[in-house]
C-alpha cells in the first residue's frame, strides 16, 4: 500500500525558513508527477509547486522566488524548501504524488508564520 507521509512543519517568525520533506512507502516503479498543495481555513486548497519525474518544476506566483521544490526518486522523496516565509503562507501542507495512475495524498503538515 502507498504512503505518503510529511514532516518539517511548525511555527515560524515571517522572514523565516522551514523545509518539508515527504517520502512515499509501498513503491515498486517510478512516481511520476510530485507537488506541494496547502489549504487554509475557509480556502480551497492549492497547488504551491509541482514537480516531474524528469525535474521539471512549477510555481504559484505567490510563491516563486521564495519556495524551491526538489526530489529525490532513488528515496522516493519530495522535499519544499521556503524561505523568506510570511503570514499568507499559513496553512495545512499536503503532498501528492501521482503513481500508477492513482493520485496519493500525505496527511499534513501544519506551517504557522507569525508576524
Known amino acids: 500500500q502507498v504512503q505518503l507521509v510529511e514532516s518539517g512543519g511548525g511555527l515560524v517568525q515571517a522572514g523565516g525558513s522551514l523545509r518539508l520533506s515527504c517520502a512515499a512507502s509501498?513503491?515498486?516503479?517510478?512516481?511520476?508527477?510530485m507537488g506541494w498543495y496547502r489549504q487554509s481555513p475557509g480556502k480551497q486548497r492549492e497547488l504551491v509547486a509541482g514537480?516531474?519525474?524528469?525535474?521539471?518544476?512549477n510555481y504559484a506566483d505567490s510563491v516563486k522566488g521564495r519556495f524551491t521544490i526538489s526530489r529525490d526518486n532513488a528515496k522516493n522523496t519530495v522535499y519544499l524548501q521556503m524561505n523568506s516565509l510570511k503570514p499568507e503562507d499559513t496553512a495545512v501542507y499536503y503532498c501528492?504524488?501521482?503513481?500508477?495512475?492513482?493520485?496519493?495524498w500525505g496527511q499534513g503538515t501544519q506551517v504557522t508564520v507569525s508576524s
Open positions: 501528492n504524488a501521482n503513481y500508477a495512475y492513482t493520485v496519493y
Open positions: 509501498g513503491i515498486i516503479f517510478s512516481i511520476d508527477n
Open positions: 514537480i516531474t519525474s524528469g525535474g521539471s518544476t
